[in-house]
């Protein structure tokens, strides 16, 4: 017994000094600080904590699920779960680098364009719950931000496993790479009793069977690397719920499918401004929008705002977010809406590229980077989507 209480002490002891070493470092400290406020908050509001909750978080997710209202409470993004996401969002994109940084994982130009077809998923998913063909409360894992937890964990667990599969020999890596590929399709199975669909089990199965084999036939090959692995599998998740769209797509149609193309045009010409500016200048501007992550945030971007411009203007839809709603309400609202998304990306690319570039490693700067692109081309394929099929 006496032993016992000396371990339990001692491990106080350890714990104590590492949050002393820790609480040293200034974003440990406000993480700290907010988990201690939060908690304090929770303890003395038990009462209202319920009504609090459902009516600044669950209550418009369950609203967004319901057709636009629930209970009195209105879909979309109100300031304080804007504030809230905002915070957990960089708190766990800190945690994300801690990890990354402890197993020696780079985060490069060739990682992003990886999940990317994650990142198209987003789009596809959310609109499967516009198009009401997900009850809930399947409907409500379709909803960001809980669409943004279960995808990014998802992305998350591939690149580790990718990374696991590069530290094995080759032949160990070929018979493990096919793991994750029965899973994945379980993890989509279960969203099955909620969509209003009838699958054909042996289309799944067969595309399962085809990426694996071709992941193993790559596992084989000397050019094998993480990254490859992780765009491999980002691809199958896609494809399967590819399938379901599909299915969508035959039954509803697309009467405005003559809009992704007008989107995709406008966001790629501004785009290639950018990127012709950079070629034909030796300044400043040749290195920040030469970058592909800079390019690719400003096209993300430049998708989302051309998609909400043509939605708001041309279709009658609602823009859901506090400031972007505020500017589409004044005069040239559309106008200015894209003037700020673009300004916006370009004073983010100046301050994480020139302001702080030296005081930035490149992994953390470049995981910030994924994160916006994240957030600009997953609404803006949804979006895209969702006023080609008129819903």
């Not at 400043?284 to 800079?294: E, Q, R, Y």
């Not at 953390?364 to 008129?390: E, Q, S, Y």
Request: net charge positive.
């Amino acid at each position: 017994m006496q032993r016992t209480k000396k371990t339990l002490k001692g491990r106080i002891g350890k714990f104590l000094i590492l949050s002393s070493k820790r609480m040293k470092k200034p974003f440990m400290y406000l993480l700290y600080v907010f988990f201690l406020t939060t908690f304090i908050i929770a303890l003395a509001f038990q009462e209202k904590l319920g009504e609090i909750i459902w009516r600044y978080y669950w209550g418009p997710i369950a609203a967004d699920a319901g057709g636009g209202f629930a209970d009195g409470i209105r879909e979309g993004y109100n300031p304080i779960n804007t504030l809230t996401y905002g915070i957990i969002s960089a708190i766990m994109i800190y945690l994300i680098h801690r990890l990354f940084k402890k197993l020696k994982l780079t985060v490069d130009s060739r990682l992003i364009l990886s999940l990317v077809p994650i990142m198209v998923l987003g789009g596809l998913a959310r609109v499967l719950e516009d198009a009401a063909v997900v009850e809930p409360p399947g409907a409500y894992l379709l909803i960001s931000p809980l669409i943004y937890v279960w995808l990014g964990t998802i992305a998350l667990f591939f690149v580790l496993y990718s990374n696991f599969l590069e530290r094995r020999n080759r032949y160990e890596a070929m018979v493990l790479c096919a793991i994750p590929y029965p899973l994945i399709l379980r993890v989509l199975w279960l969203l099955m009793p909620y969509i209003d669909i009838n699958e054909d089990a042996l289309w799944f199965l067969l595309i399962m069977a085809i990426f694996s084999v071709f992941h193993i036939f790559f596992v084989s090959k000397r050019e094998y690397e993480r990254n490859s692995s992780v765009f491999l599998y980002s691809m199958y998740f896609l494809t399967l719920m590819s399938y379901y769209a599909a299915i969508i797509l035959a039954r509803n149609g697309m009467p405005h499918l003559y809009e992704i193309p007008i989107i995709f045009a406008i966001s790629l010409a501004v785009t290639m401004v950018f990127y012709t500016i950079s070629r034909l200048t030796k300044s400043s501007f040749s290195v920040l929008f030469g970058n592909k992550i800079n390019l690719l945030m400003i096209f993300s971007h430049m998708f989302d705002a051309t998609a909400t411009w043509r939605g708001v203007a041309y279709y009658s839809y609602n823009e859901k977010h506090v400031f972007s709603s505020f500017l589409m309400d004044v005069p040239y609202g559309p106008f200015l809406f894209m003037t700020a998304k673009i300004l916006t990306i370009l004073l983010f690319i100046y301050l994480l590229d020139v302001a702080y570039g030296k005081d930035i490693d490149d992994d953390t700067r470049n995981l910030i980077k994924m994160a916006v692109v994240v957030l600009g081309l997953a609404p803006g394929i949804r979006d895209a989507l969702r006023i080609a099929l008129g819903v």
